[in-house]
């Protein structure tokens, strides 16, 4: 109904910056809300950035001041821009949607995301 496709993932060193970016096609009109998580290989897939369909951007505190989503809609795409990235950060990023925000019933296969030295 609708599929979302993560690209722009890599490796990068302590500091760097990437930008991550996901298409959306199928039944966009019921889309709600637009959303990033992460996950690590024994950790739960957290939540990390949203949208929501009047704009409305909310972000995991530990993201606050470093990453930036966004949206365009002519393109059908969503962006997270990640800057001043940390080892922390490195995680399988996915790109999610629903039609609120507690119902996130699609995901992307997901992109992952390197920060070492």
């Known amino acids: 109904q609708v599929e979302l496709v993560e690209s722009g993932g890599g490796s990068v060193q302590p500091g760097g910056s990437l930008r991550l970016s996901c298409s959306v096609s199928?039944?966009?009109?019921?889309?709600?809300?637009n959303a990033w998580y992460r996950q690590t290989p024994g950790k739960q897939r957290e939540f990390v950035a949203s949208?929501?369909?009047?704009?409305?951007?909310r972000y995991a505190d530990f993201v606050k001041g470093r990453f930036t989503i966004s949206r365009d809609n002519a393109k059908n795409t969503v962006y997270l821009q990640m800057n001043s990235l940390k080892p922390e950060d490195t995680a399988v990023y996915y790109c999610?949607?629903?039609?609120?925000?507690?119902?996130?019933?699609?995901w992307g296969k997901g992109t992952l995301v390197t920060v070492s030295s």
């Open positions: 199928g039944s966009v009109f019921s889309v709600g809300v």
């Open positions: 999610a949607a629903g039609p609120f925000s507690y119902s996130m019933d699609y």
């Open positions: 949208m929501s369909r009047d704009g409305n951007p």
